[in-house]
Nanobody, 113 residues
Framework: QEQLVESGGGLVQPGGSLRLSCAGS??????????MAWYRQAPGKQRDLVAT???????NYADSVKGRFTISRDGAKNTVYLQMNSLKPEDTAVYYC?????WGQGTQVTVSS
């Protein structure tokens, strides 16, 4: 069964940076041939799309994170990343990796002083 395993969340001060990782757990599941996405869900709110990357490398971002977040992938490591810079308290949420019907377990990001 294909799985996505996220890591890299934590507590960071406003203005700081974090890099989230999402690893495909099976060699039969390649993140390079899937459109990969990061979503986030804050307490009491719906799960929102943050960023996507297509197999061709085209990226898209929510307006709220444009210019601050960068999605990328490393095919050799079968891993997708979300580099988050200039973090704001409103970025606090559980961040989820997604590939179609497959979801990771989520990783908590808290931005607070």
């Amino acid at each position: 069964q294909e799985q996505l395993v996220e890591s890299g969340g934590g507590l960071v001060q406003p203005g700081g940076s974090l890099r989230l990782s999402c690893a495909g757990s099976r060699s039969s599941f390649s993140i390079s041939i899937s459109t990969m996405a990061w979503y986030r869900q804050a307490p009491g709110k719906q799960r929102d799309l943050v960023a996507t990357i297509t197999p061709g490398g085209i990226t898209n971002y929510a307006d709220s994170v444009k210019g601050r977040f960068t999605i990328s992938r490393d095919g050799a490591k079968n891993t997708v990343y979300l580099q988050m810079n200039s973090l704001k308290p409103e970025d606090t949420a559980v961040y989820y990796c997604n590939a179609g019907h497959i979801w990771g377990q989520g990783t908590q990001v808290t931005v607070s002083s």
